[in-house]
């Protein structure tokens, strides 16, 4: 097509994205330290606008091209900038915490920790894009909008954020209901993302006839392994999300059946679900009940206990596993003062 560049064109373009340059880094930089500050009070836009002057994809496509042409002298430059790219977005986002002595998580630091398949699909075709703009100059101005729809400063920062938690991070991720360790999640987040865009990405070279010898198809092969490696702890996440899925839309219907589904003054918490051993399902409801006095009466407790039996039951004849019902009893005091 006319508008695809040369071998050339696009091989000096992608050596020049891959090169370390002190625009890169300064962009880096400030990235990182908007996406930790994001995370930490918790802004959707903050985030959206660190990713936006990212430049972590640039050396990406850059590998992908690498792989597909066969050329070690971009491979190796792409490589040595995405560690070196790692490394300052952890040590930004570490310091940043300690510099604002904050030690809180909101939903989008925990969001970012629990990666699955749908992920990986995600990353797949961001790659996709990516590499087609890269391979058509008029439509070459679409990357940035790539870089937006797959996340790769925030989890990072997410990784480094918890490192500065230590033992707190723990803590959070069990009050959270998330049984994986937080940096570790976030950081296998960052390698799907990774590793789905340089999959792809080296897809579209090679469609576009940037292949230069058998060694690209080995290296698609290498990648493509590395994929196939993510898949056990992506699936094994996507099916807790699938599981979440069907008790949100059976407690709503319950609560639209029955409006007083949780009776008197006990108000839901929260309800989490997750895979447990076998195939039993894990179900834990928490509840919050203001103190009125010092206990509650059998009566009470027989009723609380029969409605999220109730629960428990609906959500095991809808997913078809047996349930586990794991139920706590949170007592709410409110307590009411005027200043003189």
Known sequence: MHDRPSNQEINESLKSQARISLRHLLLLSFSAFIASLGLLINSTGIIIGAMIIAPMMNPIVSLGYAISASDLRIFLRSLFNLILSILIVLIISYFSASLLSLRIAGSELLSRTQPSMVDLGVAICAGLAAGYS?????????????????????????????????????????????????????????????????????????????????????????????????VNPLRSEFTNLWIQS????????????????????ATLRSISANQGSGDQVLLRIKIDLPIKKSFMSDSEEKLLRSRTQLISDAISKRINRPVKLLLSVNPILTVTKLAN
């Open 246 to 265: 069907q008790v949100s839309d059976t407690i709503f219907k319950l609560r639209r059946e029955r409006p007083n589904l949780f009776p008197g003054l």
């Open 134 to 230: 890269t391979c058509h100059k008029q439509i070459a101005n679409a990357l940035p909008g790539v870089a937006i729809s797959v996340a790769l400063v925030p989890p990072l920062c997410v990784t480094g954020l918890s490192l500065f938690l230590g033992e707190d991070a723990s803590f959070i991720a069990s009050n959270a209901g998330i049984s994986a360790d937080l940096s570790a999640g976030s950081f296998l987040l960052f390698l799907t993302n990774l590793i789905g865009i340089t999959l792809s990405t080296i897809l579209i070279f090679l469609l576009h006839g940037y292949q230069k010898d058998r060694r690209s198809l080995f290296g698609l092969a290498t990648v493509a392994t590395l994929t196939l490696l993510l």
